[in-house]
């Protein structure tokens, strides 16, 4: 059974700050990806990865940056945290690029 | 640019009545498609699939319809069950691996 974890279910930040969001992914999966969800605007992809220091933009990468440093592990980092990324953030994996996505239950992050 | 769009924010369907979500794309070059439920605090679910080679693709309750002239897909789910309460989200898989996501659909199945 595929595992998608993340590091934090709720975070409440701070305008400014940097924050750090953590995925693990149990099954060997070679693509990673995170995802934003607003209400109205559906899932948006940020960034993604289909290898280990392998990094791609998605649809809104502004003011995020990603690191893969293994396999397993994808990290999402907001440099600068503003309001405007209040959001539900979600990490997902897949084995291959015509596999469906297997996500992780999101991180509800508050930019005050 | 929203190339897969879903039309209907929400649905209220009475238990043991079909639900059906709508689904429309703009990009011929899509030909695979996914669809996802969403519970509150979880993340995202596989649900169904379908091949752009098909029209249908069936599993239990949940039937999924492709028109290809149209650019348009359906989920069907008969009977709707209270637990089929949730967000569904249609999705494109592009040629690179991307998933692209429509905006949801809230579905309530009243008992």
């Known amino acids: 059974d595929v595992k998608v974890t993340q590091s934090s279910r709720y975070l409440v930040k701070r305008t400014g700050e940097k924050v750090f969001l953590e995925c693990v992914q149990d099954m060997d999966h070679e693509n990673m990806f995170w995802y934003r969800q607003d209400p109205g605007l559906g899932l948006r992809l940020i960034y993604f990865s289909y290898d280990v220091k392998m990094k791609e933009k998605g649809d809104i990468p502004e003011g995020y940056s990603v690191s893969r440093e293994k396999k397993e592990r994808f990290s999402l980092i907001l440099e600068s945290a503003s309001t405007n990324q209040t959001s539900m953030y979600l990490c997902?994996?897949?084995?291959?690029?015509?596999?469906?996505?297997?996500f992780g239950p999101g991180t509800r992050l508050t930019v005050t | 640019d929203q190339q897969v769009k879903q039309n209907s924010p929400s649905l209220s369907v009475q238990e043991g009545r079909i639900s059906i979500l709508n689904c429309d794309y703009t990009?011929?070059?899509?030909?695979?498609f996914l669809w996802y439920k969403k519970y509150p605090a979880e993340g995202p679910t596989f649900l169904i699939s379908i091949s752009s080679i098909k029209d249908k693709n069936e599993d239990g309750r949940f039937t999924v319809f492709l028109n290809k002239s149209a650019k348009h897909l359906s989920l069907h789910i008969v009977p709707s069950q209270p637990g089929d309460s949730a967000v569904y989200f249609c999705a494109a898989l592009s040629n690179t691996g991307k998933l692209i996501f429509g905006q949801g659909t809230t579905l309530q199945v009243k008992p």
């Open positions: 997902a994996s897949s084995p291959g690029i015509s596999y469906e996505q297997y």
């Open positions: 990009n011929s070059m899509f030909d695979y």
